[in-house]
């Protein structure tokens, strides 16, 4: 089944350390997307890309970091210059970059202890 | 930055009731959504409407959007304690710049 597979469901960090977020997809979409949503919040754009070896920055970019080396994965990596990370992170793809529907993931809950 | 708003933020209805809920958004737009989140999940797309559109359906999902009022509703007839879920609205931005979410609304269907 095509679809977009996020790893880990749950992960624990220490203060200060990085974690990188793997998104991967199989449905051959050329844009991928990072989103981070807070309870009770609606989702905030953090990084995005359209095509490989090409990302720009959201809404909310400060503290993390993304490659795009495949069409298939799309990782963030959330630094400890991040100063509130704990949040559930989706990944997302759309056939077309910045246009119609998006495929989300089933998202990473990441909380820094 | 232009951001879809949901409301009401929360509805709880029984089963068999309709429940309507709204989204405005503060500019110009191509098209507007509607996804769906079950709790701790990720997103499902509902529903795709365009400016130049005025109302579209899907199933018992029923959209209107009034471009004049930058609103949204999204009707969903003769609920069921399965349509229990956050509803949010998503608008793009003109100038070519990926989905703005708003803060959904939570609806809880009883039985």
């Known amino acids: 089944d095509g679809g977009i597979t996020q790893s880990p469901k749950y992960l624990f960090r220490k203060e200060g350390q990085n974690v990188t977020l793997s998104c991967e997809q199989n449905?051959?979409?050329?844009?991928m997307y990072w989103y981070r949503q807070d309870p009770g919040q609606g989702l905030r754009l953090i990084y995005y890309?359209?095509?490989?070896?090409?990302?720009q920055k959201g809404d909310i970019a400060e503290g993390y970091s993304v490659s795009r080396e495949k069409k298939e994965s799309f990782p963030l990596t959330v630094t400890s210059a991040q100063k509130n990370p704990t949040a559930f992170y989706l990944c997302?793809?759309?056939?077309?970059?910045?246009?119609?529907?998006?495929?989300f993931g089933e998202g990473s809950r990441l909380t820094v202890l | 930055s232009q951001q879809g708003e949901e409301d009401p933020q929360a509805l709880s209805i029984q089963e068999g009731e309709n429940a309507t809920m709204n989204c405005s958004y503060k500019?110009?737009?191509?098209?507007l959504q509607w996804y769906r989140q079950n709790s701790g999940r990720g997103l499902v797309h509902l529903i795709l409407?365009?400016?130049?559109?005025r109302e579209k359906h899907s199933g018992r999902l029923r959209v209107t959007l009034d471009t004049s009022k930058k609103s949204s509703s999204l009707l969903i007839t003769a609920s069921r304690a399965a349509d229990t879920a956050s509803y949010f609205c998503?608008?793009?931005?003109?100038?070519?710049?990926?989905?703005?979410f708003g803060k959904g609304t939570t609806l809880s269907v009883s039985s």
């Open positions: 998503a608008t793009d931005r003109q100038a070519g710049t990926a989905l703005i």
């Open positions: 997302a793809s759309s056939i077309v970059p910045l246009a119609g529907e998006l495929f």
């Open positions: 449905l051959n979409h050329d844009a």
């Open positions: 409407i365009r400016s130049n559109e």
């Open positions: 500019t110009s737009i191509n098209n």
């Open positions: 890309s359209q095509i490989v070896n090409d990302f």
